[in-house]
């Protein structure tokens, strides 16, 4: 069946995808406020809040939640974005109303305890230690720092330990207020679920939900800037990400960005891989991505090599990526392409991804946006269309490094940008 879409009284839309092949059903909720919406005192608190909403409600305690949902053979699991904050459910079909009830529930009518509070910043803090502790996520953060400097979309989604102690339960009352609001909130499901059944559960364990819109936080464009973040460190081996300035969702040339992100670094049979792993041994980790959000986007290569080998790595990326302005083929174009179509493809056959997807439409082009209009926009790209957008991304020189480990070898933005000058 077609993808159906009502929309409460409240402003909360409900999207579902009904797969009567599945005996399952994925649903939750997906809100616009993620951590790019805070303000600087509240740094983290999209997060804090995501952690918090699973440690008892007025109606049940945290122990309640996992035991009830668990009970039946489900899952229960949240996430927070830069942009949005998900949480989600994955239940057989009869049991969808319990799923209903404890998401509406959580939402609704969290209790934020103070002994819960403190535990779960202790846990959140934790959290923050061991991605300072793994260079390959700190270079990301590093790298989105340099990127948009003293801006949100420039901090880590987690916050900082200073942040994440100083929040109480009346900030999270107050963010909770300010941003779950209907405008802003997506219930999305795919599955064995029916629409009506779902609208009705919706304006059941819903209605406390408002409609008005409220404060919105922090809802500065974002500026991209660049520059470079260099982190000395002790480690076996050297992280490096070095990017330019992206293509927002909205960007009319962003297929074309993830087609060339895919030639450039995609896969095993990319040209980085192959070049770089494959012909010259210099690292086990490359490639290319591209990020986009509502108003902006980052795209880049990461790379992690042995120390001894920066000095040799620097140059073939940036071979690479120079090679790429005025060389690309049909072939690897129509490779990429396939690549992109047959990810689209799987992402239909299942209901966690396809509820996500929906619902993040929903929120970033007020539309379900139908595969095959996806599929035809994929097909239309060409070479001429890759290498415009890379000329587009790479040409203007302004780029962000980012890296952490030994960097003795590590060269200056100046003398990258002279490389890929030629």
């Known amino acids: 069946m077609s993808v159906e879409v ?17 005996e399952t059903a994925s649903l939750g909720v997906w809100v616009k406020a993620g951590s790019r919406h805070e303000r600087s005192n509240q740094h983290g608190i999209s997060h804090m809040l995501e952690h918090m909403a699973f440690k008892g409600t007025n109606n049940r305690s945290a122990r309640d939640i996992a035991f009830e949902v668990e009970a039946v053979g489900g899952d229960i699991n949240a996430a927070t974005s830069f942009e949005t904050t998900a949480y989600s459910v994955r239940m057989m079909k009869n049991d969808i109303p319990l799923g209903m009830d404890i998401l509406g529930d959580i ?40 990127a948009f400097p003293d ?24 963010y909770l207020g300010e941003h779950y609001r209907g405008q802003s909130i997506v219930i999305s499901a795919a599955g064995a679920v029916s629409h009506a059944d779902l609208v009705e559960l919706a304006n059941r364990h819903f209605e406390k939900i408002t409609s008005s819109s409220g404060l919105s936080g922090d809802n500065s464009a974002a500026e991209y800037k ?19 300035e992206g293509l927002p969702y909205h960007g009319e040339d962003f297929y074309a960005a993830q087609v060339y992100s895919g030639i450039l670094g995609g896969g095993m049979s990319s040209r980085l891989f192959q070049e770089v792993r494959e012909n010259r041994g210099l690292c086990y980790s490359v490639y290319a991505f591209h990020w986009a959000f509502q108003d902006a986007g980052l795209f880049g290569i990461y790379a992690a090599t042995g120390n001894d080998k920066v000095a040799e790595l620097t140059p073939v990326l940036c071979d690479e990526l120079r090679r790429s302005l005025d060389d690309v083929n049909g072939e690897e174009v129509a490779r990429v392409r396939a690549q992109v179509k047959t990810g689209i493809a799987m992402s239909l056959e299942s209901s966690g991804t396809r509820a996500g997807q929906i619902a993040r439409q929903q929120m970033l082009f007020n539309r379900t946006i139908p595969v095959q209009e996806i599929v035809e926009k994929i097909d239309r790209i060409d070479e001429y269309q890759v290498m415009a957008v890379a000329r587009r991304l790479l040409e203007d020189g302004n780029l962000t490094l980012a890296a952490i480990g030994d ?11 002279g490389r890929l000058a030629g």
């Open 226 to 244: 660049g520059g470079e973040s260099l982190l000395e460190r002790d480690l076996e081996q050297t992280h490096i990400v070095l990017g330019f």
């Open 107 to 146: 939402l609704s009518n969290p209790r934020f305890d103070e002994a819960e509070l403190a535990r779960e910043q202790g846990v959140v803090i934790q959290e923050i230690g061991a991605a300072r502790d793994t260079p390959d996520d700190l270079v990301f953060d590093l790298f989105q720092e340099t």
């Open 407 to 417: 960097l003795s070898d590590i060269e200056s933005c100046a003398k990258i940008k």
């Open 6 to 22: 009502t929309t409460l009284k409240n402003g909360i839309r409900v999207v579902t995808h009904e797969m009567p092949h599945l």
């Open 151 to 174: 801006q949100p979309l420039g901090r880590p989604i987690l916050g900082t330990p200073e942040t994440v102690r100083s929040f109480g339960s009346g900030h999270l009352n107050d």
